[in-house]
Structure formats: C-alpha cells, structure tokens
Nanobody, 117 residues
Framework: QVQLVEAGGGLVQPGGSLRLSCAAS????????MGWYRQAPGKQRELVAL???????NYADPVKGRFTISRDNAKNTVYLQMTSLKPGDTAVYYC???????????WGRGTQVTVSS
C-alpha cells in the first residue's frame, strides 16, 4: 500500500507562484515515475508533468516554460514549482505514483490550486 501526501495548494493571484509537494510512503520496491495531473471543474483529468526515476521529464504544453517538476529520491518526494500562474491553471492537482511501468498508478487525494485576483 502506497500513501501519497500532497501539500502546497492554495489561492494565488495571476502571475504568482506556488510549489506543490507529494511525499510517498508505505510498501514499494521502487518508483518508476511520479508526477502531477490536474482536473478543473467540468473537465477531464489531464497530465501536468511527470518525472521518471532516471530524471526524464514530460510536461503538458500549457505549462511548459512556467512549471518545473523535480524529485528528491532520498525522500521519495516530488515537487512542482509553478510560476506565472494563470486563471486557467485553477484546478485540483493530483499526485501520481507509478511503481513500475505497466502497473496501475496510485493517486493522491488532490490539492486545490486557485488562481484569481
């Protein structure tokens, strides 16, 4: 069983910054990838950014150049630094954990990010 604890959401003005974190704990032998998805009201959940155990990253086009994903392997924690936030970034952000490539991922409970003046 894997537990994911997310932190860092909140209310921020357009142009502001936030940093999300997600710490994984529990029983797992390794981590293939960790990352973030988001879901806005009335929309499907979508990829924001992923990072593999080898350090490869993948970003959704709308966040490229504004968001940076990083990982602390010693702490089993993934971070998402979000800058130049826009109202369109408003969503619930979910941590995603995949122990191995072809296994179903685990999900965090989500953290709300609201970008509004």
């Amino acid at each position: 069983q894997v537990q994911l604890v997310e932190a860092g959401g909140g209310l921020v003005q357009p142009g502001g910054s936030l940093r999300l974190s997600c710490a994984a704990s529990g029983r797992f032998s390794s981590i293939y990838s960790m990352g973030w998805y988001r879901q806005a009201p009335g929309k499907q959940r979508e990829l924001v950014a992923l990072i593999t155990n080898g350090g490869s990253t993948n970003y959704a086009d709308p966040v490229k150049g504004r968001f940076t994903i990083s990982r602390d392997n010693a702490k089993n924690t993934v971070y998402l630094q979000m800058t130049s936030l826009k109202p369109g970034d408003t969503a619930v952000y979910y941590c995603n954990f995949q122990e191995q490539l072809f296994q179903p991922p685990c999900w965090g409970r989500g953290t709300q990010v609201t970008v509004s003046s």
